[in-house]
Every structure is written in structure tokens, then in C-alpha cells.
């Protein structure tokens, strides 16, 4: 073998290494993903399509934001948000504007700042994933600066203009105490339709829960 079709081969082979390591994480079950995620040991997985990325980035947002069992661990939770932190970096080096990366570097931050989710708003600032997960890294934060408010209510206010979007930041709102001034004032600025839908949902949701 020539040592042009040796590198070519390496390289070929080092590509589809570090998109099975990527595959493995999304392709068994809820259990199998949170494991692999929790993992301290071993090489990250790298991905090598966009396709394998928007995956990787979308099984840690399920594994931090839905799965239970994550949900109810802070162990586990630290465990599975400082390897999906380190996929979400590996991937930045590589597609500075992916969305989705971008999303996952605020939601595993340990303090949200306010230029790192302004730089995630910018890279799909009404896509309803990185929205979303946005969304939830908002509402998780033990603690959340004024000048992080500023920036999270232009998430506030794009998210009241989808029915998911009113729905999530009723529920942020009657959870957070912290976050009702900024979602009162995206409110405030959202257009009428939007605005008297968002109200008629708090006052529904205010009165199934007394």
C-alpha cells in the first residue's frame, strides 16, 4: 500500500471511529445514553456529520432537561452535564455557529453569562430546540444576573409567540419568582393576540392549580 492510500485509509478510519463513538450515544436506550453521558473515562465522542452533532447536542439536552432519573440525581446530573459541556466545546472548535452546541454550552454552564447566551441566541435566535433549551437553562439557574435577565427576555418574548413557547414560560413563570419581572416585560412588549393568549393561560393555569 502506497503511503497516500495508508493516509487516506488512517484517516477514513479515524472518521468513522469518532462517528460510531457519536452513534452509540443516541442509538440505544434512555438508560444506555444517560450512561455513556455519565462517563468520566475514555475519549469523547466526536462527531463527524451535522447530522451526528444535532444528535449528540440533542440527547444531552433530553438527558439534562427530561430524563428522570437525571433529573432527580445532582450526582448524576453534574456527571452527565460536564461530558455533554465537553462534546458542546468539542463541537464549537470545529462549527463555531452551531445552534444547537451553542444551547448546550448555556444549559451546562455553571453560571450563565450573559455574552455566552446572547452568542447562542444569535445562532438561531427563533429555532424552537436551541429556544427551548435555552429556556430551560434560564429557568434551572440557581442564580441569574441582571444582565442576564436583559438578554433572556428576548427569549421570553420569541417564546410567547408559539403555543409550546406561552406554555413554557407560564410554567417558568409559576416556578420562578425570580424570573417574573423579565417575563412580565417580554409579555408586556409581546404582540395583542399573543399577549391576551399568554395572560388567559396563566389565569387557566392559576386557577386549576388553587
Known amino acids: 500500500m502506497s503511503v497516500s492510500l495508508f493516509v487516506i485509509f488512517f484517516f477514513a478510519l479515524r472518521t468513522f471511529v469518532a462517528e460510531y463513538g457519536a452513534v452509540l450515544v443516541v442509538s440505544g436506550t434512555t438508560r444506555d445514553m444517560v450512561a455513556t453521558l455519565a462517563e468520566q473515562s475514555g475519549q469523547l465522542p466526536q462527531p463527524a456529520s451535522a447530522r451526528s452533532m444535532r444528535d449528540l447536542m440533542s440527547a444531552c439536552g433530553k438527558a439534562l432537561t427530561l430524563v428522570p432519573i437525571v433529573k432527580a440525581d445532582s450526582g448524576l446530573a453534574a456527571q452527565v452535564s460536564i461530558k455533554c459541556e465537553s462534546i458542546a466545546r468539542e463541537i464549537l472548535a470545529r462549527a463555531p455557529s452551531n445552534a444547537r452546541a451553542r444551547a448546550v454550552d448555556?444549559?451546562?454552564?455553571?453560571?450563565?453569562?450573559?455574552?455566552?447566551?446572547?452568542?447562542?441566541?444569535?445562532?438561531?435566535?427563533?429555532?424552537?430546540?436551541?429556544?427551548?433549551?435555552?429556556?430551560?437553562?434560564?429557568a434551572r439557574a440557581e442564580s441569574v444576573s441582571p444582565e442576564v435577565l436583559a438578554v433572556a427576555e428576548g427569549d421570553f418574548q420569541r417564546a410567547l409567540m408559539s403555543e409550546w413557547g406561552k406554555e413554557e414560560v407560564a410554567r417558568i413563570y409559576q416556578t420562578r419568582d425570580a424570573l417574573r419581572q423579565s417575563i412580565t416585560l417580554a409579555a408586556e412588549k409581546a404582540g395583542p393576540k399573543d399577549q391576551k393568549a399568554f395572560v388567559d393561560l396563566l389565569r387557566r393555569n392559576l386557577r386549576d392549580a388553587g
Not at 125 to 137: C, G, K
Open 106 to 138: 448555556v444549559l451546562t454552564a455553571d453560571r450563565i453569562d450573559a455574552v455566552q447566551l446572547g452568542i447562542a441566541q444569535a445562532a438561531a435566535p427563533f429555532e424552537p430546540w436551541p429556544l427551548n433549551i435555552r429556556l430551560q437553562a434560564i
